[in-house]
């Protein structure tokens, strides 16, 4: 795998809707830490493929449209997110960044690689995250966590380590003033279609869905009102098809992730934030 740093700039696409106007943005400066979720993995920008976007960057998009619309300087945006990252590793590498850039808002949301793995300790990742939470506000920050996501199927067994993890982000939150995004509780996010073929991250739908979430969890008006609106139901796939798209995943995306277990290897060895300095946004 390629290892990518932001040597381009590609410009985000704005939102689509009319803006909604009853709430001003008072945030003049976020940065986003993470790991593949907040990087936009599965999310590319149409003119430039290698650089993913997600619904961080498309956060930061709508943020920095509702503050030009309203006559403020445009909003300052940083992504340090970095695909494969566990939560302590994201605290360690990034957190020093963050609160050095002085944002006044920074999303932190993480610990779903933790999860997966099989000695995972939710009480000590939890920890970590909380450890974080009271850094970024003590420098004024505003901080918006995620919880996990409910997961169907064949990895429905993280869901009661997942359901641990989010109920200590919700105490988190309530403790030290913290917004949270609720990703267990989006309906529409059952949908396997708004999945992307690795069934670990999101469909550019998905994230768009995801970025209008954020907006409600920060006490904003959604840019679409229909946004965790499920889709229309589809039509039921035959055996064969199902069977076929299940081997193709453990093919493809199963096999590549034990390896990288088994050889203590990572996605993202090697790669670098691809928006590691906080600047205008969309990007010139």
């Known amino acids: 795998m390629s ?31 993470g790991d593949s979720f907040s990087e936009g993995l599965w999310d590319p920008y149409p003119d430039a493929p290698d650089v993913q976007r997600g619904w961080a960057d498309n956060l930061a998009a709508i943020l920095s449209a509702r503050r030009i619309a309203a006559d403020q300087a445009p ?30 808002l920074v ?3 993480g610990g779903g690689n933790d999860i997966l793995r099989a000695t995972a300790d939710i009480d000590a990742i939890s920890a ?8 970024l506000r003590a420098s004024g920050a505003d901080v918006l966590m995620g919880t996990g996501f409910k997961a169907g199927a064949a990895l429905s067994w993280t869901n009661g380590r997942v359901g641990i993890f989010n109920a200590n982000v919700w105490s988190i939150a309530s403790r030290h003033g913290a917004h949270v995004l609720d990703l267990w509780g989006m309906r529409s996010l059952a949908d396997l279609r708004l999945w992307s073929g690795d069934r670990i991250h999101l469909t550019p739908e998905g994230h768009q869905r995801v970025a209008n979430a954020a907006l409600v969890a920060l006490g904003l008006d959604p840019d679409e009102a229909a946004y965790d609106v499920p889709l229309d139901a589809a039509p ?4 064969r098809e199902t069977a076929r798209a299940n081997a193709a995943w453990m093919r493809e995306h199963v096999g590549p992730w034990i390896r990288r277990r088994l050889t203590g290897t990572s996605s993202g060895d090697g790669r670098t934030a691809k928006w590691p300095t906080p600047e205008a946004w ?3």
Do not use: C, H
């Open 75 to 104: 909003l300052e945006y940083a992504n340090l997110a970095i695909r494969g990252r566990k939560l302590r590793p994201i605290v360690a590498e990034q957190l020093d960044v963050t609160i050095d850039a002085q944002p006044d």
């Open 236 to 239: 039921p796939a035959a055996f």
């Open 282 to 284: 969309p990007r010139a």
């Open 3 to 33: 290892t990518v740093s932001a040597t381009t700039n590609p410009e985000p696409e704005g939102p689509t809707t009319d803006l909604p106007t009853t709430t001003p943005v008072r945030w003049a400066r976020y940065v986003a830490m």
């Open 107 to 109: 999303s932190l949301v």
């Open 128 to 135: 970590a995250l909380e450890d974080a939470v009271v850094a």
